[in-house]
């Protein structure tokens, strides 16, 4: 059975910091290009950033230089460090799992949330 559980949402204030993590199990983690997504309320979903299975990382144009996307294969976890952190952040954020990025979602988690203040 295939499971995404993301964790490490919070609430912060603009200039500061969160680690998000996503536990994998249930299929071939390592042969998966692995996506953070995010939704705010009323807004389209907005990816934000892949890394392939290789370890090539893409990024959105507004987290590019603020946020980190990473993995550890043997552990089957994806990380997303996010640094200065802006109101705009705000969403609820998805980890997903892709054949290859930009191939579309194959599985995703239930999403943790994150708040910003100004």
Do not use: H
């Not at 680690?19 to 990816?47: H, I, K, V």
């Not at 996307?69 to 996010?82: C, V, Y």
């Not at 200065?84 to 980890?95: G, H, I, Q």
Request: include cysteine; hydrophobic fraction near 30%; proline fraction near 2%.
């Amino acid at each position: 059975q295939v499971q995404l559980t993301e964790s490490g949402g919070g609430s912060v204030q603009a200039g500061g910091s969160l680690l998000l993590s996503c536990q994998a199990s249930g299929f071939a983690f390592s042969d998966y290009c692995m996506t953070w997504f995010r939704q705010a309320p009323g807004r389209e979903r907005e990816g934000v950033a892949g890394i392939e299975s290789d370890g090539g990382t893409l990024y959105e144009d507004s987290v590019k230089g603020r946020f980190i996307i990473s993995r550890d294969n043997s552990k089957n976890t994806l990380l997303l460090q996010m640094n200065n952190l802006k109101p705009e952040d705000t969403a609820m954020y998805y980890c997903a799992a892709e054949a290859f990025c930009g191939g579309g979602t194959d599985f995703y988690g239930q999403g943790t949330q994150v708040t910003v203040s100004s």
